[in-house]
């Protein structure tokens, strides 16, 4: 198996796939850019808990999933947006509300990764990493 050339998108496959599977965690390699997306993820009721596991190379994200008191998975989708490949932006005038506010998107901007919701109350656009909901 080969390296891909987009580690985003593979740690939100791991999370999707993880939730269709009832999964209890999911463990992604990790980096500062996938925790403060787990950091996200978690803000936002997504996900119960992550944390980094030093493995004395790059380190273990391991995410802890969430679901309904009914067993259904709190992610439903995950939209991975910006692709190496093709960058898509945002100005804060295009920023809604995903699935009537049930939803999040989440972008990089100037002052670090954040939730649509953060980047309105800051009045920041930025790069569209990904929509949850």
């Keep these: 198996m080969g390296q891909s050339t987009d580690p985003i998108a593979d740690m939100l496959t791991k999370v999707r ?3 269709k599977a009832r999964h209890s965690q999911v463990d992604v390699p990790s980096s500062i850019i996938k925790t403060d997306i787990a950091r996200i993820l978690k803000d936002g009721g997504f ?3 992550y944390k980094v ?3 004395k190379k790059q380190g273990t994200l391991r995410i802890f999933l969430r679901y309904s008191e009914y067993g259904e998975p709190l992610i439903t989708k995950v939209k991975r947006v910006s692709k190496p490949g093709r960058r898509a932006y945002a100005k804060i005038a295009s920023l809604r509300p995903i699935m009537r506010g049930e939803g999040i998107t989440i972008l990089s901007t100037s002052c670090g990764i954040m939730s649509d919701k953060e980047c309105r109350k800051r009045n920041l ?5 990904c929509c949850v909901w």
Aim: aromatic letters at 0%; hydrophobic letters at 30%; a negative charge.
């Design 125 to 129: 656009g930025g790069e569209v990493i």
């Design 53 to 55: 596991i030093d493995d």
């Design 47 to 49: 996900i119960r808990h």
């Design 17 to 19: 796939n993880g939730c």
